[in-house]
Each structure stands twice: as C-alpha cells, then as structure tokens.
C-alpha cells in the first residue's frame, strides 16, 4: 500500500508535470518575439510565404523587400492538428508549421513550430496576411503543416505559412493560380501567438 508521504509525493509530481504542459509555449511564438522585438529592419523577416506543405521549399522574404516572392496553396485535409476536424479548400484559412523535419530541437519548455497535435494554443487563431490589395485578409490557423524533404531550419518554418484556395483567391489569386504574392503576415492582436 502507498504511504501518505508517498501519495503527496505522487500527487506533487503529478500537478507539476500538468503545470509544466499547460505553461509551455510556441518556439515560433517565441521566435516572432525576439524578431519583433529587434530593433533593425533589416533584421525583421517577413513571416510571409505560401506553399505547398508537400512538394515545395521554402523561401524568406525579408520585411525591406519589394513583394513579389510567390507561394503555394494547401489543399484541405480530412483531418487537421488543430483538434482533427476537416476543412476544405473552398473556406478561409491558413497552415502554419508544426515543426516536423527541423534541424534542431527547441529549448526547454517551447513545443515544436507554431502547433502540431499536441499543442494547439495557436489552433483557430485569426492572422492577417497582406496581400495585394490595400487591406488586410484575415483568416483562421486551421491546421499544423510540415516541411518535407529536408532538415529545416526553425527561422524558416516559423516564418511560413501556406493557405486554401479560398484564401489564395481572396488574396487576388485567379482560378487555375497556385501562387500569389504576398507581403507578410501576423497574429491579430486580439489572438495573439503562444
């Protein structure tokens, strides 16, 4: 049988692993901290870029750049990161990196990439993507989407994003497109990343 000291022992390693888990955050969340929080422009990358999360690499688009950089779309999935619900490519929304195929692992107490299936903070979070138009798009964080292919480094994932066609449309994109320039992108300040 368990002792009382021994059941308050289990019961405190219990509660801290809970705590642990729950105060974890993003290490794209922290990534975008540390670059927002630079004081130079040239040192600020456009977290801005669309591709395909199977077949494409990615690029970076720094924030002093023209725009021009072009992208690719995500198909909808059957199943998402983001609590495993369906989407599909006719509503609006974005994919941002779960931090699969990466060439390091993050610091203690940072989960991989912006979400995947374990850590969904950031799942149903509205961005804004500035694309072409004078305004801004706003969509939902639907999914958590890998690199394949190679080891990728954390400042690259963190600073991509791929979206539906829907998105892709309203972003100026035509039928028949897979590419749209875009200038970047962010959290809304009312849903901030973790």
């Known amino acids: 049988m368990f002792s009382a000291k021994q059941l308050i022992t289990a019961l405190t390693l219990a509660l801290l692993s809970v705590h642990l888990v729950e105060s974890m955050k993003s290490q794209c969340g922290q990534w975008a901290m540390q670059k927002l929080s630079s004081s130079s422009d040239s040192d600020k990358v456009v977290v801005a870029k669309l591709m395909s999360a199977k077949n494409e690499r990615a690029f970076l688009q720094r924030r002093n750049d ?16 983001c609590g495993g619900k369906a989407y599909s490519d006719n509503q609006q929304g974005s994919c941002l990196w779960n931090g699969a195929n990466q060439d390091s692992s993050p610091r203690q107490g940072l989960y991989r990439g912006w979400l995947n299936g374990a850590n969904t903070n950031n799942c149903f979070k509205t961005l804004w993507i500035n694309g072409a138009g004078p305004l801004p798009k706003y969509v939902p964080v639907l999914d958590g989407c890998p690199f394949e292919d190679y080891n990728i480094k954390p400042e690259v994932g963190c600073a991509t994003i791929w979206v539906t066609k829907a998105t892709l449309k309203a972003l100026g994109g035509k039928d028949g497109d897979t590419e749209v320039p875009i200038k970047n992108w962010g959290f809304s300040a009312d849903t901030p990343a973790e």
Do not use: F, L
């Open 66 to 81: 023209p725009p021009g950089h072009k992208g690719k779309t995500v198909s909808g999935g059957s199943t998402s990161a």
